[in-house]
């Protein structure tokens, strides 16, 4: 047997975080009925295994690497937080057209709006820190973009739904991706479902 190389393991480190991400998501979400799954939810696990291409080949440097993985691990506990948060409530899947029936304000959802987005960000800027290409720049850039365009698909929703008003007021004072800060404190919500 020889010595684990240290590119084998960040590989099975980043691998297992995106499998936990991946595999938690499929079972958290639900599909609308009526609605099959929308292929462009698919466009975030490609990604996440985009970000894995020629890991072993990429130089490491320990000033990087570190950083990434404390990122990695900052996005597995907020997953996990915002899954655990969210159990036995009905969360729709990505880009579903259905009407929300539920403003969740709990857990994460007390700071930021999207933490579930925002886990699967930190996930890729991370392997992008730790391993910089122009494939993972490109790939964690495509990725905002897609999830951006998530949240504002479900700040739609709420919009147009019998919670508009509460969403409004919780939108107010939570951050998308991050919390919103007022006078240097994160300003949180109510804690109500």
Known sequence: MGVIAPHQVLTFFVAGVFVRLTLGAAT????VPGEGPPRRSELVSLGFWVMMIDISAAPLNPWLVVPGCVGMTGALALFDWARHSIRGQYFSYVFSNDTPALL???????YIRNPFYASYLLAMASVALMLPSALRLLVFAGAALLLTSAARHEEQKFANSPLAREYESYR???????????GGQAVQGDRRA
Request: hydrophobic share 40%; net charge positive; aromatic share 22%.
């Open 28 to 31: 958290t979400f639900r599909i």
């Open 172 to 182: 107010q004072r939570t951050g998308r991706f991050f919390p919103k800060l007022a």
């Open 104 to 110: 969740w304000t709990g857990g994460p959802f007390a």
